[in-house]
């Protein structure tokens, strides 16, 4: 779930005070005087948990023997390492071939919100033999998820439903209001530090725990920005990363969600382009015009009567917001939309063939995206931008400027990381990405200077890695070299079929 530049400087000061024990080391920072100073005081308070053996054990009954789980305890406020701690469970699938092996080989499955924990055993089956020797496995929940401390705020099933239209802005209001006043009471001595910055700290006190100088990374969607921040935080910790499908990091987080409104809007275009080319098999239209009037009709009768799919009765914004990724994997959208359109005539749309995506409770993700970063108190800030980008961007453009809890969350407890270094990244990208769009990859590539970028052009659906022979042949070959492309790339994508899911699945508000 889904982002200001001050000066790099900021960032490395700020991190010099908060966890000096964890901050990548500045040229002349091994000098003797250093070693009297605060600063190295405070490394000495981290030492209880960077020095920790974990107690490795099977994972579970039903998983492989080799696949071991421990549980890490690290510091709920990293400026007080003395005070309460935290779990943060990790997992291990270590290398086949000691004698290749490279080092480790962190990931996360984006969100934010997603578990991690399972993650070694799908990189197994999903990476080639060259990659996989180079490398132990590692996963991890992050912290506030899963079996890490998981944060709870108590919420009903319709509370988790995030992004709401604009018709029902009092309402939302409210319901932002409530959520925030629901975590801060249940959960509000730990909320404040579920966030981007303290995952990123986590991650470098399980470097330093399982003995790695460095450590190699791959992070889809939100797990792009993780990764984005532990090379701000950490540049000479940071080896072998690939970012799949990424965020921009100065809109970290409501300009991420805003900017689903404008790129919806183009993707909508293509797909009306699309599929009157194509009028001879969707019956919607001849024109890109008739395309667009068959949808919008769709929305108009659903206004007046709701369109049911799967048995949950839908209205125009409902329709919308059901529509709205699909738009961009055309094929998969002009189904959708004939089945809408009879389902509207009178008739049932039949069920998503397709696995439904599991519940989610989006607590963990909001502690993310609110403590990150500052959001705008007053909602009519929310109000005036949803009226304005609902009349610019009709699709989705209430839904993406809305109010959320973070309207009404105590501040961040720190300042927003700026991503603006050049350690060596790889960032691999669909054009037509309906969570994380070509531009805000485009952005990642441009503050993380020192990296290349993968471009799938006509590329289709949110995560590359897995689905494309010439972007993964570049991923498997850095991640199995260490040796980035000479330059930026672009891929094509297959000619005739279907965009399939990335292995690596991103779920909360940026899945």
Known sequence: MRRRPLVPLLA?????????????????????????????????????????????KR????????????????PLDYRKPGGRQIDVAISRLRTSAPGKRHGVLLSNPGGPGGPGLELPLELDRQLPRQVKERYDLIGFDPRGIGRSTPVDCGLSADENTLLRPLKAFEKNVAWARDLADKCRTKAGDTVAHITTRNTARDMDVLRAVLGERKISYIGVSYGTALGAVYTQLFPRRADRFVLDSAVDPERMWREMFRIWAPESERAFQRWAKWTAAHDATYRLGDTPAAVSK?????????????????????????????????FFTVRTAAER???LKEAAGGGVESPDPSEPLPE?????????????????????????????????????GDFAAGVLPCAFWDRPVEPVTVVDNEVPALIVQNEWDSQTPLTTAQAMHRQLKGSRMVTVDEGEGHGVYGTNPCADSAANSYLATGELPAADVTCHA????????????????LR
Do not use: H, N
């Open 59 to 74: 994972c579970g009954p039903d998983t492989p023997a080799a696949f071991r789980c421990a549980t890490l305890k690290v």
């Open 337 to 339: 939309v004939v089945k």
């Open 294 to 326: 068959s949808f919008w009709d769709v929305v108009a009768r659903a206004d007046r009567d709701p369109v049911v799919v799967d048995g949950t009765p839908l209205d125009g914004a409902g329709v919308r917001d059901l529509v709205r990724r699909e």
């Open 494 to 509: 297959t000619p005739g079929k279907r965009q399939q899911a990335s292995p690596l699945p991103a779920p909360g508000p």
């Open 360 to 396: 989610e409770d989006v607590s963990g993700a909001m502690a993310v995206v609110c403590g990150d970063a500052s959001w705008p108190r007053d909602p009519g800030t929310y109000l005036r931008d949803s009226i304005r980008d609902a009349a610019k961007y009709p699709l989705y």
């Open 12 to 56: 490395v000061s700020v991190m010099a005070a908060l966890a000096p024990g964890l901050a990548a080391a500045a040229p002349g920072a091994q000098s003797p005087s250093a070693l009297a100073s605060p600063a190295s005081t405070e490394a000495d308070a981290l030492r209880p948990y960077t020095r920790q053996k974990p107690a490795w």
